[in-house]
């Protein structure tokens, strides 16, 4: 079930009715049987591949807190590995025999396994990695196991952030399912602005802007070198604002019955460094990796700058497979990582700071991760490699034609527009948090502004109930 | 619940219909000023379209997609066949879209001739997609005043319609741009009697292919793509069925061009085929490489007239000697 579609409007109010209906006892069991009605309206067998993990890592936590010593590691592990695997048979493994087919290609083999034909289960990515945030924050003592396999299940399946996020953390989470809620005021208002705003970046922002990126993208090799350009900037608005316009809508939609979810974006557009912004940006994958992968790779590294950086690089060419199995993912993650790096070495040699006011530092900076991050995009939105490195040409040599516009050529002032509200809507909260419209103390401005965005939304907002980006993750 | 719950309940239901309220009023007042602009469009889409279904009056009516707005020079109809004419093509249109055009003009006025233009993708899902949202946009601001369209709208996209009728401003989405400026300040090309002629070429490198061999025909646009000619044949109106001149790697056939002949020989009609006729083969005619630019349209037009003039004298003088 899509957020932007009538069955979710309905479906959560109707839930969320319910939920504060029923007695507190019950409703873990109702928001059980919603999540799995909600993941099953997508594609109902997968549901058995959830399951399969919620089982294993359920026991795997009982038993980890339950022994001790090398047992204990045991299972942690047991556990890693049937997350990973599932992962890796869904996600990687048709990638893999393909690079296998081209490796034996090249020798004149012909590969005997055949590539499986199936759809990924959705959002795999996104609760397989929750799930294993459990067992390991178990494992080191962070979060008591989980008794209760209906609270487990109901952690991983969370409707509201179960197929793309954000990846919760058991502390966070769990005991908020114990917890009585009531019906608050002022909680259900905050959500529902929450929610309102991601369904301007989504329908206003993200889907149109995605008509002109789909047009240039789909034909690369039809379009010039300043179409390409233009297309490759709005497709990081567009990634932006498809990816945490979803997370707003989860987290506003949990806030509502009460759940604080971690927030999973903080205005990335506006990374004031390239380093900054991936700080800003899908905060619960990223701070995953550092968590569970590069703070007790770095343990053993402390004094070792080469080895600190070479991690920063392993954990982006982490991200860029998790996100996909394909190399454009891959180069998109190493060129992220680089470029992290790369930063990092130019601000320790040259301390521009001693040299530049801080004001240009950060408009130089602002403008020059935004561009950093706008090329990165390129590799992960490119249908392979190949259109990769044609559009980079086509960008690098501005390649001569016209400026596509789209069809009708008046669309191309909606992207621009959508673009530019989000941008301007995003400096205000930056740098002028003061300047309120739905969050304002005036009563009227406060209903301006709700009424203004949700015309904006019914004007110029896509209603064709595309599906987020971040699902086929 | 607990008393302060209900207590938050109420506050928030109270507030909640406020806003529902507000927002009715203004979805009514923008609504209605976007409703006023719509019905005076100056030119452009909205100005084609009202006019194929609300007062036509020419000889020669031209259905299409862009292919037809940009392919299909008014004047040289007008002129070689003394026939007034009028260019009744949409962008990202295909059958679906001409066919519920077609019934509606009918109703208030029967043309002599009528051209289809046809693309070798007409009858594929993808292309009945676009143009249902093509159709869904011209015709919501429509449904509350026309029960055929209401009908139409019932029929392809019934969630729009439902949307359309709770709020009257979302009829207009995506419009608000061609309404509050004027669409003659985003398009600088002329618009004559429907046709619009683009200038100059921007084809660079390789002549790209346009078929896909995955393609399969849209059950749903085979059947309108037939009710369109049973619909021209039983008004007893000339039809041409038309593939017109394109710059793309060349092709035989396709799925839908052979349904698309295989109709047309079942109602006995002709399907005339310039898709890659050599005196149009050449990129200093074309815009792009599906779009004839402003001297290749008038080139194929003349062509075409010419054609459709030696079939009428053959086969339906009467047409030429009387015109309306």
Sequence with gaps: MLFNSLDFVGFFFIITALFFILPHKYRWLLLLMASCYFYMDFIPIYILVL????????????????????????????????????????????????????????????????????????????????????????????QKAERNFGIYALYVMFYPQLVAGPIERPQNIIHQFYEPKKFNYEKAVSGLKIVLWGYFKKLV?????????????????????KTLFVATILFWVQIYCDFSGYSDIAIGTAKVMGYDLMQNFKRPILGKSVAEKWNRWHISLYSWFRDYVYTPLSRGARRNKTKLLSYIVVIFL??????????????????SGLSVVVERLYKDKVKP???????????????????VTALSCLFFRALNVKDALHIVKSIVTMKKGPLFKGSPPINFYYYIIAAALLIIVELFQEYLPQVKLINNKSVVI???????????????????????????? | MTKEEVKHVGKFF????????????????????????????????????????????????????????????????TDSLALSCFNSGRENSNILYHTSILDEMLKKHKPKVVVLDVSA????????????????????????????????????????????????????????????????????????????????????????????????????????????????????????????????????????????????????????????????????????????????????????????????????????????
């Design chain 1, 205 to 225: 922002v993200a889907d149109r802007i995605s008509i002109y990126v789909n047009a240039v993208y789909n034909n690369p090799y039809h379009h010039s070198g």
């Design chain 1, 446 to 473: 406060r209903y301006a502004g709700y009424i203004i965005i949700l015309m904006v939304i019914l004007l110029i907002g896509v209603f064709n109930g595309s599906q987020f980006i971040y699902f086929q993750f």
């Design chain 1, 318 to 335: 982490l991200s860029g497979l998790w996100h996909g199995a394909n190399w454009t993912f891959i180069i998109w993650g190493a060129f």
């Design chain 1, 51 to 142: 399951g399969f993990t919620i089982v294993v890592d359920y026991f795997a936590g009982i038993f980890i807190e339950k022994s001790a010593g090398a047992k204990r590691k045991w299972f942690l592990r047991m556990s890693i590995v049937a997350n990973v695997g599932i992962l890796g048979f869904f996600k990687y493994f048709n990638f893999v025999n393909d690079n296998i087919t081209f490796f034996l290609k090249l020798f004149h083999f012909t590969n005997p396994i055949t590539d499986l034909s199936f759809i990924l289960p959705i959002g795999l990515s996104f609760h397989t990695f929750q799930a294993m945030s459990y067992t390991i924050e178990v494992y080191r003592g962070n």
């Design chain 2, 121 to 324: 993708r007409e009858l594929t899902w993808r292309s009945a997609e676009n143009s249902k949202m093509v159709l869904a946009s011209m015709i919501l601001p429509y449904i509350h005043s026309d029960t055929s369209f209401a009908n139409i709208a019932r029929q392809l996209f019934p969630e729009e319609l439902m949307k359309a009728q709770v709020s009257k401003i979302y009829a207009y989405n995506s419009m608000v741009l061609s309404l509050a400026v004027g669409k003659r300040k985003f398009n600088k090309d002329k618009n004559l009697n429907g046709y619009v002629p683009i200038h100059g070429t921007k084809i660079t490198g390789k002549i790209p292919s346009f078929t896909d061999e995955s393609d399969q025909t849209d059950s749903f646009a085979k059947q309108k793509f037939e009710e369109f000619v049973r619909t021209v044949k039983e008004n007893n109106i000339r039809l041409y069925v038309i593939q017109s001149p394109l710059y793309v790697k060349h092709f035989n056939t396709t799925v839908s061009l052979d349904t698309i002949r295989s109709i047309l020989n079942r109602y006995n009609e002709p399907f005339w085929d310039y898709g890659f006729d050599t005196a149009f083969y050449k990129k200093e005619l074309f815009y792009d490489n599906l779009h004839l630019n402003s001297v290749g349209s008038e080139l194929f037009s003349k062509k075409l007239v010419s054609d459709i003039k030696s079939d009428l004298e053959k086969n339906d003088p009467e047409i030429l000697n009387h015109p309306q």
């Design chain 1, 353 to 371: 700071q001693k040299y530049i006011p801080k004001i240009w530092m950060i408009i130089f900076g602002t403008i020059i991760s935004f561009m």
């Design chain 2, 14 to 77: 109270k507030k909640f219909i406020i806003l529902l309220v507000l927002l009715f009023i203004t979805d009514r007042i923008i609504g209605t000023l976007l409703e006023n602009a719509y019905k005076n469009a100056p030119q452009g889409d909205i100005k084609t379209f009202a006019h194929s279904i609300t007062d036509p009056t020419e000889d020669i009516f031209i259905y299409g997609s862009s292919r037809a707005v940009h392919g299909y020079d008014t004047r040289v109809f």
